[in-house]
């Protein structure tokens, strides 16, 4: 039996059925469309291809935090289980619910002293976000307990690389997760757009891409210069935003790369879906440590801030 149970939420954009499991509990965030607001279930009550293109016909979602209420319930029944528990939580950098979260287990702690309830700012979002979870669900299996799971995701969530391409910028842009200045920028340019989630959680604009063919090059361009040497199978997971073509043609790519590369494929989910639309590709695996990729002035500021 596992020494500890997972809160997982929907953020992580993984299948259902890897998630699904006796001792994960799922946090399903919010989003409104055009016909009212809906739960992220991971595509149990509505499909992927039905959901972007809804986009694609002028529907603009808009994505909401989860009620204070749903925390309460689901750390209260971490609590009264008995069974130390970690929430793996979206990134601080895009949300609020991570803050939201710490708030109420702060409370609930201070009710009841003797609970063991972590909340992890995991940094990561989508699948970068899923990677994370789907390598903690292993190391849970193998039997970690709550403080080493602690220890282990705040430690594994800068080893995790993504890099993922976006048709343009203006759902990021009306969601308020890029400057309209850029966004402005790429629509004059008519390029496709690179990004990656930066050491903060925030997102970061790496490259631009002249069409979808070039731009499923430099994403396994990205991964040949990035992945970690380490480990003898190489893992990788491949999401895509209603656009299963350029997803296949990905994995072709990465298999040229290296033959023995396995892959989990996953469908980008209607919350991170709100803020990319639909075209949206990305890939992510085990990479070096984001933190040597700091500047100078970085480390210092880092080392200030940690005192």
Known sequence: MPACNLIIDSCCDLP???????????????????????????????SAHDFFDSMRNGDEPSTAQVPLTVYQDVFTRAIESGVPTVCLSFSSGLSGSYNTAMIIRDQLVAEHP?????????????IAEGFLVYEAIRQRDRGLTAKEMVDWAEEARYYIDAEFMVDDLEALRRGGRIPASVALAGSKLDVKPLLNIALDGKLSLTGVARGR???????????????????????????????????DRLKEALSKIDENILFLESSIGPVIGSHVGPGMIAVVFWGGDKREDMSVADRIARKVKQG
Do not use: W
């Open 16 to 46: 259902f059925d890897v998630v699904d499991r006796e001792g994960i509990e799922l946090i399903e965030f919010p989003y409104i469309a055009g016909d009212g607001e809906h739960s992220d279930d991971m595509y149990r009550s509505r």
């Open 114 to 126: 003797e609970a063991e309830l972590y909340v992890v700012d995991t940094l990561l979002a989508s």
């Open 213 to 247: 063919k070039k731009g499923i090059k430099q994403l396994a361009e990205y991964y040949a210069k990035h992945v970690s040497d380490e480990g003898a199978a190489r893992f990788a997971v491949i999401g895509n935003a209603d656009c299963p073509k350029d997803a």
